[in-house]
Nanobody, 115 residues
Framework: QVQLVESGGGLVQAGGSLRLSCAAS????????RRWYRQAPGKERELVAA???????NYADSVKGRFTISRDSAKNTVYLQMNSLKPEDTAVYYC?????????WGQGTQVTVSS
């Protein structure tokens, strides 16, 4: 079983920055993918960024150049550095880990960007 604990959300003004963290515990295979999703009120959950065990990354077009996903494998932690935040980035952010047959989700952390 895998557990994910997110932290780092909050309220920030437009143009500001936040860093989200997602710490994983449990059985994690060496082959895994870590992802950040977000869900705004009234909208579907969308993929924001992903990183593989080998360090390959991909981003939603809406966050490219502003957000950076990274990982510390020794700590089983993934980060999402969010810069130049916009009001449209306001959402609940969820981290996700897929490893072997396991598909685990965090509880979500609220990010609110004021204009």
């Amino acid at each position: 079983q895998v557990q994910l604990v997110e932290s780092g959300g909050g309220l920030v003004q437009a143009g500001g920055s936040l860093r989200l963290s997602c710490a994983a515990s449990g059985t994690i295979f060496s082959i895994n993918v870590r992802r950040w999703y977000r869900q705004a009120p009234g909208k579907e959950r969308e993929l924001v960024a992903a990183i593989t065990g080998g360090g390959s990354t991909n981003y939603a077009d809406s966050v490219k150049g502003r957000f950076t996903i990274s990982r510390d494998s020794a700590k089983n932690t993934v980060y999402l550095q969010m810069n130049s935040l916009k009001p449209e980035d306001t959402a609940v952010y969820y981290c996700n880990l897929v490893t072997g047959p396991i598909d685990a989700w965090g509880q979500g952390t609220q990010v609110t960007v004021s204009s």
